[in-house]
């Protein structure tokens, strides 16, 4: 079931979009959710002028619009030209489409909802649509709190003491990796963003092999493993059943399947039932490669909504390896960080400038 916001203190949505029937589509969607759609925008420049106006708490974005375009109205939020608010980006899948989905959420875009296709669910995406822009209203009030509040010191926000201690079980057969460890990472809301600023600066080959599960629907990982691997010494892919994890290789999990890893080291693609509304399931392959790698294993939370990742985390603590989390300075949501550092599970909590150098440092590189 979505999040669904206080009546008492309705979530206020601009819905822009060129299509006069996605605008009535989205805004009576949003409306049935408990939401107060205050404007409706045809353009990238009546979308900022609403948000002026209105001051809203969110925004649903169409990226293909005449005039001013959606990357344009993200640009524009985030050179201060209008009153920010966190943006959803409500795409059609296609290649191309995909793309520019990718470019709208490394310029900022809170999250991404894909337009439903013929013959698909409206109730999910109703559900999902609301879930996100619920999240985006929450995190844009949090960041304007966390502003107002009086400075901490680094080391009040990322505390590393009183951790209750962790039981370790080394798996029965752990692979031989030379020393190498395998460099697994999980990431949702913020996470595309934050992925295009880590990646690249790692090195290759990196530790014995690295994996990505990154929260997306359904044919938008492929343009982002695309972006990724046209800035990076590491090879990106979206990664397909039967593929082998490689020092040069990293291999980002697809939208829609759970990935899963095999004692060999291979790829398998599972259409399980999503867990928690999720599939992929970060916790899923963090367990699997917790038994396969022991010790020899590093897990990276980035930011995220939620928790996903706390429960392999527990898996990762028990088999010996090592837990690095990004620091909420710089999550766009201080969710599944979180959740691994309360448990207290996390080895280092860094900034995400810092995080590349401390991977590479752990895995071996």
């Known amino acids: 079931m979505a999040s669904l916001p206080n009546t008492s203190a309705r979530v206020r949505v601009v819905v822009a979009d060129d299509s006069r029937l996605m605008r009535r589509i989205l805004s009576d969607a949003l409306s049935r959710q408990g939401f107060d759609v ?159 600023e880590l990646i690249p600066k790692l090195p290759s080959p990196l530790g014995s092999g690295s994996v990505i599960v990154q929260h997306m629907p359904p044919g938008f990982t492929a343009s982002l493993a695309t972006r990724l691997d046209g800035t990076s010494r590491l090879n990106v892919i979206e990664a397909k059943a039967g593929d082998a994890v490689d020092p040069k290789r990293l291999l980002l999990a697809p939208g829609g399947a759970h990935l899963r890893m095999e004692k060999d080291g291979r790829v398998r693609l599972s259409d399980d039932a999503p867990m928690g509304g999720l599939r992929p399931r970060a916790d899923l392959t963090i367990e699997d490669v917790a038994k396969i790698y022991g010790s020899n294993l590093v897990l990276v939370v980035l930011t995220g909504m939620g928790k996903d990742g706390l429960e392999g985390a527990k898996a990762v603590k028990k088999a010996g390896g090592r837990i690095l989390v990004e620091a909420e300075s710089t999550c766009v949501v201080y969710g599944m960080p979180r959740a691994v550092a309360e448990a207290g599970l996390a080895d280092e909590i860094l900034p995400l400038n810092d995080l590349p150098a401390a991977i590479a440092r752990e895995a071996g590189a």
């Open 38 to 196: 205050v404007a409706g925008a045809a353009n990238g420049d009546e979308a900022l002028a609403a948000c002026n106006e209105h001051r809203p708490d969110a925004m649903t974005l169409d990226l293909h619009m005449p005039g001013l375009d959606g990357l344009g109205v993200l640009r524009a939020l985030k050179a201060g030209k209008a009153t920010s608010v966190p943006v959803i980006v409500v795409s059609a899948f296609s290649p191309a489409h995909g793309a520019r989905a990718v470019d709208a959420l490394a310029e900022g875009a809170f999250d991404l909802v894909a337009k439903p296709a013929m013959g698909e669910s409206m109730d999910e995406f109703t559900k999902d649509l609301a879930r996100k822009v619920n999240d985006a209203a929450d995190s844009g009030k949090a960041r304007a709190r966390r502003r107002l509040a009086p400075a901490t010191s680094a080391a009040s926000v990322t505390p590393l003491v009183n951790k209750p201690a962790v039981a370790r079980v080394a798996p029965a057969r752990p692979v031989r990796t030379g020393g190498k460890k395998f460099v697994m990472i999980a990431s949702s809301t913020g996470g595309p963003k934050a992925l295009g």
